[in-house]
């Protein structure tokens, strides 16, 4: 079984990830979300950050390509 990983971007287009077969899945999920949820905790922990406010970290915004991208 193979599983796809999508992030949904404007107008509901998706923008693919990656697929995997079953014995990588578990290891990528830990990996990406872990790498996704400190990028996110680093960026609205920041105190200039305003809560409610559109993310504009360019950090941030790399961490997610870079997932996007598969590395």
Do not use: W
Request: hydrophobic share 40%.
């Amino acid at each position: 079984m193979a599983v796809c990983i999508a992030v949904i971007g404007k107008e509901n287009s998706p923008k693919f990830i990656r697929c995997l077969d079953q014995n990588e899945e578990i290891n990528f999920h830990f990996k990406m979300f872990r790498k996704l949820h400190l990028a996110y905790t680093d960026t609205i922990c920041n105190p200039f950050y305003v809560p409610g406010e559109m993310i504009a970290s360019k950090k941030f915004e790399a961490v997610v390509e870079s997932i996007m991208n598969g590395q």
